[in-house]
């Protein structure tokens, strides 16, 4: 008789159990380069959404009292340019609403100041320095962590290191032994280290498309994988201004700073020059382009209630009016429209809108708005609310690992690693597709990949210190 044959083992639960172990550790160390900056970017984030809210970017809510019409724009930019010696004008910010003040930028040796004045009065009410308040503090910080390209390239790490953090969360929390509404709620009646996973589990998967959404929006700014791979191919081309010359400048030089004030798909798009034939009909044949007729001009071209103005800037330089959310000129992201005039001929050499937009473009013109809070109220408390989640996870996170930390001194207590790790061609698969759609994240997994296999493996005192 033949022997009897062994019964075939299932092994999926321990290939299963062994993947969520693996996916842990990576949750573990991505977040322990992530939580830092994370709360960080939250903090930041909700200052300067309450900034905005309460006294605007620009400081521009400042009451006025309407006293029939208000003065031309001329008119109130001469006592401006009076208030600051040796000043020049430089841009002009109109009021979101008859009942709140102008905004002019002057600019002088020492730097550029904006200075707010009653539309109907021409009095003087506020002189701040341009982009050095509380506002663009927290953006530096919210950008490069006050360290430059050095620092965008670390957020740019986290940032793409959240993506990983998303992905694994979602996997460990995805209900296996319960029903999907029990997942989805807390369990207040845990207690200790049970509740704090239970809370941080649910709020996490309530937020993480959010996150997923701010972390897109806010990677597309960032020099690596925005600048210079999503941004490059969704700017808007100069080559649709048919027969307009060009300027060696982009539009992103009409940025302050670290502060953005043009809208993403036109910010590496050159700017018109001024000083040929070209162009459509604007201000009309032999009018004088100043300051008032550009105004008003703006007007008929239906930018109504706020937009910004900047004037020509040397002999190529072009009047430049905008709008976009971005710059918290309006709520509506589908109205920005960005229009340039030629400064001698008063010619219109260029009409973009959002509808000229990339598809990609489109997506940033609304993603960024929203990443801001500029959509209305209900997206200001969406966004409250989304900052104080992520900084719970973030803390929520810290307190587990400390309360399951070994009792031995010295020692991190990373969840370990399986021994035979199942599935390995998928995770392979997965971690090039993260490399690929964000390099910095590859680098990132790279590094930790190459440290665990010839440091760790290699010097066992730091294996225990690390594990």
Request: charged content about 15%; hydrophobic content about 50%; overall charge negative.
């Amino acid at each position: 008789m033949d022997p009897p044959r062994p019964v075939a083992q299932d092994d999926t639960p321990a290939r299963l159990g062994a993947l969520y172990r693996a996916a842990w550790r990576w949750h573990f160390y991505a977040g322990l380069y992530v939580i830092p900056f994370l709360t960080l970017l939250a903090l930041t984030g909700l200052v300067m959404l309450w900034t905005s809210v309460i006294s605007g970017r620009d400081g521009e809510w400042i009451p006025v009292e309407p006293t029939g019409a208000p003065l031309a724009v001329s008119e109130q930019s001469q006592v401006a340019v009076a208030a600051v010696p040796d000043g020049q004008l430089r841009g002009y910010i109109a009021p979101r609403a008859d009942d709140l003040a102008a905004i002019f930028r002057v600019d002088d040796s020492e730097g550029t100041t904006m200075v707010a004045v009653d539309p109907y009065t021409a009095e003087v009410l506020a002189e701040f320095p341009r982009r050095q308040g509380l506002y663009d503090l927290m953006s530096e910080i919210h950008g490069t962590l006050l360290l430059g390209v050095t620092g965008d390239r670390m957020i740019e790490i986290a940032a793409s290191l959240a993506m990983v953090l998303i992905a694994t969360g979602l996997y460990l929390w995805w209900p296996r032994n319960s029903g999907f509404w029990r997942a989805i709620v807390p369990n207040f009646a845990a207690r200790g280290r049970a509740l704090w996973k239970t809370l941080h589990a649910t709020i996490g998967v309530w937020v993480a498309l959010l996150l997923a959404v701010f972390l897109v929006s806010g990677l597309s700014w960032a020099g690596i994988w925005g600048e210079k791979f999503v941004q490059a191919w969704s700017t808007f081309p100069a080559e649709k201004w048919e027969d307009v010359p060009l300027s060696d400048a982009t539009h992103a030089s009409l940025n302050a700073g670290n502060a953005k004030e043009v809208p993403w798909a036109l910010e590496q798009t050159p700017l018109p020059a001024s000083g040929s034939n070209a162009g459509e009909t604007g201000l009309g044949t032999g009018a004088t382009v100043t300051l008032d007729r550009v105004t008003d001009f703006a007007r008929e071209l239906g930018f109504d209630s706020r937009y910004q103005l900047n004037l020509p800037s040397g002999p190529e330089g072009v009047w430049s009016i905008s709008r976009d959310s971005m710059s918290n000129d309006s709520a509506d992201p589908t109205s920005d429209r960005f229009v340039h005039i030629d400064r001698y001929s008063g010619q219109v050499l260029a009409d973009v809108g959002f509808e000229d937009y990339s598809v990609y473009g489109q997506a940033m013109a609304v993603g960024i708005a929203f990443h801001e809070g500029d959509l209305g109220v209900w997206n200001v408390a969406l966004n409250t609310i989304f900052c104080v989640s992520v900084i719970f996870l973030c803390a929520s996170g810290v307190v587990m690992w400390w309360k399951r930390r070994p009792s031995g001194a010295g020692r991190l207590g990373a969840p370990p690693m399986p021994r035979d790790m199942p599935l390995w061609q998928g995770a392979v698969l997965v971690g090039l597709a993260v490399s690929l759609a964000f390099p910095m994240a590859g680098l990132a997994l790279l590094f930790v990949l190459a440290l665990d296999a010839l440091v760790l493996a290699r010097v066992p005192a730091l294996r225990r210190v690390l594990n």
